[in-house]
């Protein structure tokens, strides 16, 4: 948002004094200046007073991450695995690089304003909570979520009340709209930060007589207080309420959030470089979220051929691997002669079936059996890349 101010500033001026004249006149004058200015959000320019709105003509892509917290060291960690690690020379300064990608521009932000920069265009990608993203976005069109389940950063914006008084035997949001209590002179009083997801989502569930104070911090104890009924708020295991003496209710969850990588439609659309990054990202996370947890397990077994090997492995119903087990001849020389007596078997293994695995394996005749994490596994094409193509109308 531009502001323009006008100020008036008065004063004492001296004249020359005239050599014939021993009289100094003096004057008030009036002097008048406008001071411009444009939120950092904004990607307009404002001179003296006229709003430019060319788009910026800056040709590096940017990425927004979160400046601090938990959000913050989870964010470099997933983008190191995806051997995407950011590069920041100097620790006081807020942008950085990814050498694996020429023409990024890392910004560090905080998360809310990591929003409000991709609505105004001054950020073009960023890494943030689902939760951040609906309460600062607002709904608005122009925000495009890449991807939707980047596996951290789980919480839930939720509504909690107390387990005590006129609270004791509600259990369900029906329940809490229903109360007679609620009137225009006595309101459901809510504390919380979600200035917007909280009164949209009250109204949404029929409660018409609700007021809302702001709060940053310590939200649980505002009920016992007695500054509030009930409280909207981030929450992850939930200990935090319980110790409190606060309970979550049925229908009460906003939102279930963990991280998202966001993009701005515009940008997408319509900067030199920004939809082939935003690819070459999806695809590194999506490989490598898809392989979290994954093993290859190899073995040896002894088989008259590859067909006879494979029907006694799929005939295990935890060695099926992702398409279907591979095998291959394993070579020998016996007796002047090159023979292929065993076979190697290659499968892909979730990590909590893995013990299992290798007991069928071996019951089946398996042997030499050898297992390594997974770092990729990389689809045909990323179906999540499909997607933002549909919706970008590509």
Not at 111 to 119: A, G, M, S
Not at 139 to 147: A, N, T, Y
Not at 293 to 322: C, D, H, K, P, Y
Request: glycine share 8%; aromatic share 6%.
């Amino acid at each position: 948002m531009s502001a323009v101010q006008t100020f008036f500033l008065q004063g004492s001026v001296s004249t020359l004094r005239s050599p014939h004249s021993s009289v100094t006149s003096c004057r008030k004058v009036s002097v008048k200046f406008t001071v411009s200015c444009c939120s950092a959000a904004s990607p307009m320019t404002v001179v003296n007073g006229n709003v430019d709105n060319r788009p910026s003509d800056r040709s590096e892509v940017r990425l927004g991450l979160p400046s601090k917290g938990r959000m913050a060291a989870d964010s470099l960690d997933l983008l190191k695995d995806c051997q995407l690690s950011v590069r920041q020379v100097n620790p006081r300064q807020y942008v950085a690089e990814i050498p694996q990608i020429s023409n990024l521009e890392v910004w560090f932000q905080r998360p809310k304003d990591i929003v409000r920069k991709l609505v105004s265009g001054d950020l073009d990608l960023g890494i943030v909570g689902l939760d951040t993203v609906c309460e600062y976005g607002q709904g608005d069109k122009d925000l495009i979520i890449v991807h939707d389940a980047l596996e951290y950063g789980d919480c839930r914006l939720s509504l909690a009340i107390p387990k005590y008084g006129i609270f004791e035997n509600v259990n369900s949001m029906k329940e809490l709209a229903e109360m007679p209590q609620w009137t225009p002179e006595r309101p459901l009083r809510v504390a919380t930060g979600f200035t917007y997801m909280g009164p949209k989502f009250m109204k949404e569930n029929g409660l018409k007589h609700v007021t809302f104070s702001t709060a940053d911090g310590a939200l649980e104890a505002a009920p016992a207080m007695g500054i509030a009924d009930a409280i909207v708020d981030l929450v992850s295991s939930g200990t935090t309420l319980r110790e409190n003496n606060l309970k979550e209710i049925e229908g009460g969850v906003i939102v279930q959030s963990q991280a998202v990588l966001v993009a701005g439609r515009k940008s997408l659309m319509q900067r030199k470089g920004v939809l082939d990054i935003t690819h070459e990202m999806l695809e590194r996370l999506e490989a490598h979220l898809r392989a979290v947890g994954q093993f290859t397990v190899t073995a040896n077994m002894r088989g008259s051929s590859a067909e006879e090997v494979a029907e006694r492995i799929l005939s295990q119903t935890s060695l099926s691997g992702l398409q279907g087990p591979t095998i291959s001849p394993v070579f020998c020389k016996r007796d002047g002669r090159v023979t292929a007596d065993y076979f190697a078997i290659v499968i892909c293994v979730p990590k909590k079936a893995l013990y299992k695995s290798v007991q069928q394996l071996r019951a089946i005749g398996g042997s030499g059996v050898l297992i390594s994490p997974l770092t990729y596994i990389f689809d045909e094409e990323t179906p999540r890349w499909r997607q933002l193509l549909s919706t970008l109308g590509l």
